[in-house]
């Protein structure tokens, strides 16, 4: 309990290094049209392995340019924004409070099924696999691959032995999943600083997988969004779309219709700080082994209280150790579409 003092402290919203708070940083204000800074220069992607083979692996690295891993590493709140390195009002205000950290898993209208590795040292971005093949998400007319920028937010977990209070089902094993619906197709790795609209409650065999609907902080009208009913108001048709897109993408593998708790309405912004704070309770208590995290790999090196914690040059053999097979034949999804009209 000692070593987590320091974490307990700063609120639920932070990652912690040797007792200190870690966090990422805004992009500083910018002029009148300049272009805003992105937040992915504190991290960089890292390829290994051939891509659209089973064995390609997307590392991170941060600032310095040490291996990270996603999950662990990245602190789950973004830092305040700075003006001549002094904070501004901004950190204080209720909107820095709805500021996290993303990590793009899947660009948008892309369809390789990408995942943060969660039974792998460090965590990686690999490709999803079923019965030895990559797995594709099918297009579903009128959408082409995934209709967002899909990731999650690091340093959380969705506990599978622990039942959600609101769904009445336990947690599906994963960070939770975020759906950011700016305007830009971001990259495989990047890591943005988002702001979270609301979310919705899938319940996927039994398990609830929450799909959290964010906007990136520097989309160009991320001023606009502040809750669930702005996407609504200035999306018009994106939530029918996103609730009939996780309703029914698994139809042409020949599976039923996803089901939905709360009868697929989508809960605002309130209620998703909520689901959030929660995961990231149950991260918190996963990387001091309070939980029983099962397969799930927790090598880091920031969280340096936890017994998971490795060094620097540890992470590098880690990463060096990862074998990859020469001229390993491609898997490329077929572009198909799927008319599931009612």
């Known amino acids: 309990m000692r070593a987590l003092l320091p974490l307990l402290r700063t609120g639920w919203g932070w990652g912690w290094r040797a007792g200190s708070i870690v966090a990422a940083r805004l992009p500083r204000r910018v002029s009148a049209g300049a272009v805003p800074g992105r937040a992915m220069a504190l991290y960089r992607t890292e390829e290994r392995g051939q891509p659209h083979s089973p064995d390609y692996r997307v590392f991170l690295k941060n600032e310095a340019g040490h291996y990270i891993s996603p999950f662990h590493d990245i602190p789950l709140k973004v830092d305040s924004a700075e003006e001549n390195g002094i904070p501004t009002k901004r950190a204080r205000n209720d909107e820095y409070e709805n500021l996290f950290n993303m990590v793009v898993e899947i660009p948008r209208w892309t369809n390789a099924k990408m995942e943060i590795a969660t039974e792998e040292p460090l965590n990686p971005i690999k490709p999803d696999i079923k019965d030895g093949k990559l797995r594709y998400v099918a297009n579903i007319f009128p959408h082409k691959g995934y209709i967002w920028n899909y990731g999650a937010l690091p340093q959380t977990w969705e506990d599978p032995h622990q039942k959600d209070k609101s769904t009445n089902c336990c947690g599906d094993d994963d960070p939770i999943d975020v759906c950011e619906i700016g305007s830009k197709v ?84 309130a209620f998703a700080l909520e689901v959030i704070k929660s995961a990231h309770e149950c991260w918190k208590a996963l990387l001091m082994k309070k939980r029983d995290g099962g397969a799930i790999n927790c090598t880091n090196v920031q969280v340096c209280d936890s017994p998971f914690h490795c060094t620097q040059e540890e992470a590098r053999s880690l990463v060096e150790s990862v074998s990859f097979s020469a001229n390993k034949e491609c898997n490329k999804e077929e572009q198909v579409w799927h008319f599931l009209g009612k």
Request: hydrophobic share 40%; proline share 6%; aromatic share 12%.
């Open 186 to 269: 971001l990259s495989c790795g990047e890591v943005i600083p988002v702001k979270i609209l609301g979310t919705l409650a899938l319940i996927d065999q039994g398990e609830t997988d929450w799909k959290l609907i964010a906007i990136n902080v520097n989309d160009p009208e991320a001023s606009k969004f502040h809750d669930i009913d702005d996407v609504m108001k200035y999306k018009p048709g994106y939530l029918e779309a996103t609730l009939n897109w996780f309703r029914l993408y698994k139809v042409p593998e020949g599976k039923p219709e996803n089901q939905f708790a709360f009868d697929g309405e989508f809960k605002n912004k």
